[in-house]
């Protein structure tokens, strides 16, 4: 039998995020042959409520108030309440973002369900929906099912394979009327820190500096490979600790664990803490002077090397592809 | 101020990870406090320094976390609470979990709790904000810096690189995000101390609650490690050769790019 499956969707810069289509894609998994419904909240998300349709929702309910503009989770816990309440679903999706992290937690808590974070893939089996999620920072999986009949969960980015967009594919779009109650927590102001806009969580590539970039300076020809490749740039603990660059960078088993499918580890020695948040990349290219360097071992390509002579090399030789573009 | 601290002991971070018939082995295993939870136990220590106050560390576990409240109170917080489930939970989750805290803190007088924002084992950072929600005050997670000022709190959050400044009141839950602080090392009259400081133990009776009121709704059906990779392939030759090879390799071979 069916299910029908609710998905949160996430806007960044007025666009969807990609999350959010693989959001939809692990819904259409759970729900089988039932619906899967697009919740869109925010201040003007009408124009791009038909992507999720494309994507595979059938149908799409959008709440719009300029109070909405910014997520707060009492704004939009407000909200997904009134749509859980309306909808009655068997499952709620939200993308394991800053967003979702914070408020599928207060909602699950608030309708008393369980909640699988973090899953970097979801599967039917017998009968029982089955997420998979990494624990120990990957270093170790688990797979874990609901014992209730319904289950929220968060989906890792970049993990699950979204649906080819298809602009034949049509359905509803519903606007929710929304009557906010005071929000106790009121945002002043948000300051940007991430230039490119490139998400090191959601980044296809990552250029990462160790200790081995020796300074705040030595990250400026990571930032230029990175730039032709439109990758995001990170870095290991040992880098931040040195004060090389911002802790928002971090990889590791504390900070970000990230999943691209390149990953090109620069003066990294691959410390089991700095291995447990991106050993799972798809693709692993190691740069280091030391050849006995842990990062080797787990690098599927490896160039023994100064990274300040082999990193420009490399930005060259991508710049002739001209492959960002 | 009443502060409290909420805590978990993880493995260390150097641990190598073990599973036999299933369940995560833990063996001789090193154990911390939840690096999170040290960046919470510090701010509540700070802003004890600042506005006074008493600061109690909490935990659920087993008899064996009383090690890692100690390390708590030799940091400097004043008092420890052990909520042991070992008899009455097999596999909580973090329902249980802070179905468990929530009966205990709702008998609590308190202004500000602080947290980790995830722990590193079960990764899932779901405790704190649940909490918060049940108590039914506001949550502020993933905070690097916070003001109170009276009633009146203020709090940066990372926002996935980005800064969002935050303005709410007590009573408040926060997480806490690398960059908060930069947590201290127990002194040795600290640790003198700590020994001496109370630590009270408590089970699900002690606070009214039923085993079914914190039964999991999760279930883990099986624990994995990740395969195992293949050694990959060091590239030869000058440097310029190299980097042309790795730009053709990364195209043909493993057509990431």
Known sequence: MGKKVIVLGEIRDGELRNVTFEAIAAGRTISGDGEVIGVLIGENVQSIAQELIHYGADKVLTAEDPKLKTYTADGYSQVMRGVIEQENPDSVIFGHTAMGKDLSPKLAARLQTGLISDAIDVSVTGGNVVFTRPIYSGKAFERVISTDPMIFATIRPNNIQASEKDTSRSGSIESIDVSLTDLRTVIQEVVKKTADGVDLSEAKIIVAGGRGVKSKEGFQPLQELAEVLGAAVGASRGACDADYCDYALQIGQTGKVVTPDLYIACGISGAIQHLAGMSNSKVIVAINKDPEADIFKIADYGIVGDLFEVVPLLTEEFKQLNIHS | ?257
């Open chain 2, 1 to 257: 101020m009443n502060l409290f601290v909420l805590m978990k002991r993880t493995f260390d971070t150097e641990e190598k990870i073990v599973i036999e018939t299933g369940k995560i082995q833990d063996d001789g295993a090193e154990w911390i406090i939840n690096p999170y939870d040290e960046y919470a136990i510090e701010e509540a220590i700070q802003l004890k320094e600042k506005h006074g106050g008493t600061i109690t560390a909490v935990t659920v576990g087993g008899e064996e976390a009383e090690k890692e409240l100690r390390t708590a109170l030799a940091m400097g917080c004043d008092q420890a609470v052990l909520i042991n489930i070992e008899d009455d939970l097999d596999e909580p989750d973090q329902y249980s979990i802070s179905q468990v805290l929530y009966h205990y803190m709702k008998d609590q007088e308190f202004d500000l709790i602080l947290g980790g924002n995830v722990a590193i084992d079960g990764g899932s950072g779901q405790v704190a904000p649940r909490l918060a929600e049940l108590l039914d005050i506001p949550c502020i997670t993933t905070i690097t810096k916070l003001e109170i000022n009276g009633t009146d709190a203020e709090a940066e959050r990372d926002v996935e690189g980005d800064v969002e400044k935050i303005k709410t009141t007590l009573p408040l839950l926060v997480t806490a995000q690398q960059g908060l602080n930069e947590p201290r090392y127990p002194s040795l009259p600290g640790i003198m101390k700590a020994k001496k400081k109370p630590l009270e133990e408590l089970e699900l009776d002690d606070l009214d609650l039923d085993e079914e009121d914190a039964e999991p709704k999760l279930k883990t059906i099986e624990r994995f490690l990740p395969p195992k990779k293949e050694a990959g392939k060091l590239l030869q030759g000058e440097p310029a050769e190299q980097a042309k090879e790795l730009v053709s390799l990364l195209r043909s071979e493993a057509k990431v790019i």
